[in-house]
C-alpha cells in the first residue's frame, strides 16, 4: 500500500479509562492502516473496543499515547478547538440511533454541517439539495425526524455525514436499529458512498450481513486488534 | 458560525408547557419592576409636569415646600419689582402672590378624610398656568368665598363639586368653577381669592411667589441677586426644578421599596429560569454530543443555550411590559409626603422604562441560564453520545 493512498493510520495507540481509582485499559498498542477508498468493518464482541476506536480516529476521544494520522494529519497533536474544527471538514458521523436533532426539518439537518463553512445561503441550498437527491428524500426535505421512518431518518443521517465531503466517514452500528429491509438499502447506500463517491468508512457493527459489505473486516478482542 | 437562532426557538416551542410557566414567572417580575418604575415616573411626570419652563417659583429659604413656606408682603414686592420679570398685556408684572393652606376633606363614597391643598391666587395665577383650564362654571369674584376645585378634587371629594359648598377657615365656601389641569398635580387643589383665604385662615404672609421671566437665561443672575439679597430670606427654583423637588422623597421611597420588592421575586424567577434550562441541557445530551461531533465549537454550544435563555427573559420581558401597559389606564391617588396633600396622578410607561424592563429580564434569562449553558459546552462528546 502506497502512502499516497493511506486514509487513515494509527501507530502505537493506546486509551484506557479511569473507573475510580482502577485504570481499566480498552485499547492496547492499535497499529493498523485503512487505505483511502477502503470499506472497513470493525467487529467484535461488547466491551472489545470497537466504538473507542472509531472515536479516537474520529476525532472526539483522545489517545493516551501513539499516533493517529488522518490523511496528512496528526490529529493526536490538535487542540480541543482545533479537533472541531477538523472534524467539520475531514469526518461525517453515521449513528445508530440517527441523531438527527428532532425539531429539524430533514433539510436543516442536513444543512448543519454546512454553516459551519464558508457557503453562502444558495450554495448551501444546492448542495443540501444534492445530498437529498443521493439519498432519494428529496420529498421529504421538509419532514421532521419524528415524521420519518428509521430508515429514512438514517439516510438523511448519511445526506448530512457526506454534506461537506469529508475523507472518512464513521459508522457506529448503522443498521442496529433498523429492520432487514431499512438495514439493507442503508449498507446499499454505504457501498454506493464507496464505489460512486470514493469515500473511506470505517464502520462499528455486530451485524456479520452488514459486515459483508465491506472490503476488510477486522475483529477486536479485549482491545486488540487481531490479525485479519 | 453559530448555531441557528430556529434551534433555540423550536425547543422553546417544543417544550411550550415549562416555556410557559418560565416566562409566566419572569412577566410577574418584570409587571412588578416595570409598575414601579411607571409609578415613579407617573409621580415625577405628574410634579414635573405642573411646572413651566419660564416660571420661577419663590419660596422661603430652607422651606421644603409651599405650605411650610412664608413670604412677607414687603419681600413680595420688593421680588415684585424686579426687572427680570415679564410684563403681562396688562402692563402689570406677571407675577402671583399665592397663599397655599392644608385642610381636611371627607372623600366621596368611603367618607375618610384625606389633605387638599387650598391655593389663594391672584389676577395672574391663571395666566401663569396655561395648563389650567375652566372646564365648568366660572372664576371666583376676587373679594368672594368663592372657590373653584380642580377635576380631580371634585370627583373625589364630597362638597366639592359645582354648587356645592366647602365649610373651612370659619366660613362657607362656594364651588363656582371646575378646572382641568392635564395630568398635573393642580388637578388635585381647590384655588380661591388669596386675600380671601388669607384673611380666613389669619395668615399675614405669602406662602409662594410664581413669576415669569421674559428671559429664561436671565434666571441664573435674579436667583443669585434674590438670594443674596439681605432683605430677603428666599430661594428661587425654576418651577419644574421646584416639582421635581418636590417628588424627590416619594419617589425614591417608591423607587426602593419596588425594586427590593422585584429583586426578592426576581431570585425565584432566575432560580425557575435554571430549572428549565437545566431541563433543556439534560434532555438534549445527545443532541449536544452530535453537534459538537461534527463540529461546533463549545463557545457555539454556549451561545445556543444562552440565546434559549434570553429567548425566556425576552417573552418574559414582553409580557410583563405588555400587562403593566394597561395600569396606565388607572389613576391613584396617594399622599404626597413632602407637602402632605392628596395627590392623583397615573402610572406612566416611558421608552426608558421600557429599556429598564427588558434588560433586567434579559438579565434574568442570562443570570438564569448561564450555568446550564456552561455545563453544556463542557460536556464530553462521547459521554453526551453516549447519553442517547
Avoid at chain 1, 444534492?130 to 419524528?146: I, Q, W
Avoid at chain 2, 417544543?14 to 417580575?29: D, Y
Avoid at chain 2, 400587562?323 to 421608552?351: D, G, Y
Avoid at chain 2, 434574568?364 to 460536556?379: D, E, H, K, L, N
Amino acid at each position: 500500500m502506497s502512502e499516497r493512498e493511506i486514509a487513515v493510520r494509527m501507530s502505537g495507540v493506546c486509551k484506557s479509562y479511569q473507573r475510580g481509582s482502577q485504570n481499566v485499559p480498552v485499547l492496547e498498542d492499535i497499529n493498523f492502516e485503512i487505505a483511502s477508498g477502503e470499506f472497513l468493518a470493525l467487529m467484535g464482541p461488547s466491551g472489545s473496543g470497537k466504538s473507542t476506536l472509531l472515536n479516537l480516529l474520529a476525532g472526539i476521544d483522545k489517545a493516551d499515547s501513539g499516533i493517529i494520522t488522518v490523511g496528512n494529519c496528526n490529529i493526536t497533536s490538535l487542540d480541543d478547538s482545533e479537533l472541531a474544527d477538523w472534524r467539520a471538514a475531514n469526518v461525517g458521523f453515521i449513528f445508530q440511533f440517527y441523531n438527527l436533532i428532532p425539531v429539524l426539518t430533514a433539510f436543516e439537518n442536513i444543512e448543519l454541517p454546512l454553516l459551519l463553512t464558508g457557503l453562502t445561503r444558495r450554495e448551501r441550498r444546492e448542495h443540501v439539495l444534492a445530498a437529498l437527491e443521493v439519498v432519494s428524500l428529496t420529498d421529504r426535505m421538509d419532514h421532521r425526524p419524528s415524521q420519518l421512518s428509521g430508515g429514512q431518518q438514517q439516510r438523511v443521517a448519511i445526506a448530512r455525514a457526506i454534506i461537506t465531503d469529508p475523507a472518512i466517514l464513521v459508522a457506529d452500528e448503522p443498521t442496529g436499529d433498523l429492520d432487514r429491509v431499512s438495514a439493507g438499502e442503508i449498507m446499499d447506500l454505504m457501498d454506493h458512498m464507496v464505489s460512486d463517491f470514493g469515500k473511506t468508512i470505517i464502520m462499528v457493527t455486530h451485524d456479520p450481513r452488514a459486515a459483508e459489505k465491506a472490503h476488510v473486516v477486522r475483529h477486536l478482542e479485549k482491545g486488540i486488534l487481531m490479525e485479519s | 458560525m453559530k448555531i441557528p437562532i430556529s434551534y433555540s426557538l423550536r425547543n422553546l416551542w417544543t417544550r411550550r408547557m415549562t416555556t410557559l410557566m418560565t416566562v409566566a414567572g419572569m412577566a410577574l417580575v418584570v409587571f412588578v419592576f416595570a409598575a414601579t418604575l411607571m409609578l415613579t415616573d407617573g409621580l415625577q411626570k405628574t410634579l414635573v409636569e405642573t411646572g413651566s419652563p419660564d416660571n420661577v417659583v419663590v419660596i422661603r429659604k430652607g422651606s421644603q415646600s409651599e405650605v411650610q413656606s412664608g413670604i412677607e408682603r414687603l419681600q413680595a414686592s420688593i421680588i415684585t419689582g424686579q426687572p427680570e420679570i415679564a410684563i403681562g398685556s396688562d402692563g402689570s408684572r406677571m407675577i402671583a402672590r399665592e397663599m397655599v393652606v392644608l385642610i381636611n376633606l371627607p372623600k366621596r363614597g368611603s367618607n375618610k378624610p384625606a389633605n387638599v391643598v387650598i391655593r389663594g391666587i391672584d389676577s395672574h395665577s391663571l395666566a401663569l398656568r396655561p395648563q389650567v383650564k375652566l372646564i365648568e362654571g366660572r372664576m371666583p369674584r376676587a373679594g368672594s368665598a368663592e372657590i373653584i376645585a380642580g377635576s380631580s378634587v371634585a370627583r373625589r371629594f364630597q362638597g366639592t363639586g359645582i354648587g356645592e359648598h366647602l365649610r373651612f377657615g370659619m366660613r362657607e365656601w362656594t364651588v363656582v368653577g371646575i378646572f382641568e389641569a392635564g395630568t398635573t398635580g393642580f388637578n388635585s387643589e381647590v384655588w380661591g381669592d388669596a386675600d380671601q383665604l388669607m384673611q380666613a385662615f389669619r395668615r399675614p404672609v405669602y406662602s409662594s411667589l410664581l413669576f415669569r421671566l421674559s428671559d429664561v437665561g436671565s434666571f441664573s443672575k435674579l436667583k443669585e441677586r434674590l438670594e443674596g439679597d439681605p432683605r430677603l430670606t428666599v430661594e428661587a427654583k425654576l418651577e419644574p426644578r421646584f416639582y421635581l423637588d418636590q417628588s424627590e422623597v416619594m419617589a425614591k421611597f417608591l423607587r426602593i421599596l419596588g425594586i427590593t420588592l422585584t429583586l426578592i421575586f426576581s431570585l425565584g424567577a432566575i432560580i425557575g429560569a435554571m430549572i428549565t434550562m437545566y431541563a433543556a441541557v439534560a434532555n438534549r445530551v445527545s443532541e449536544i454530543g452530535t453537534l459538537r461531533a461534527i463540529g461546533f465549537q463549545r463557545s457555539s454550544i454556549m451561545i445556543a443555550f444562552l440565546s434559549e435563555a434570553l429567548l425566556l427573559g425576552l417573552l418574559g420581558g414582553i409580557t410583563g411590559l405588555a400587562a403593566a401597559s394597561f395600569m396606565q389606564l388607572i389613576t391613584i391617588s396617594t399622599m404626597n409626603w413632602q407637602t402632605f396633600s392628596e395627590l392623583a396622578f397615573s402610572f406612566s410607561l416611558t421608552p426608558a422604562t421600557i429599556i429598564q424592563s427588558l434588560g433586567f429580564s434579559l438579565v434574568m434569562g442570562f443570570t438564569g441560564g448561564f450555568i446550564p449553558a456552561v455545563r453544556a459546552s463542557r460536556m464530553s462528546i462521547v459521554d453526551a453520545l453516549r447519553g442517547s
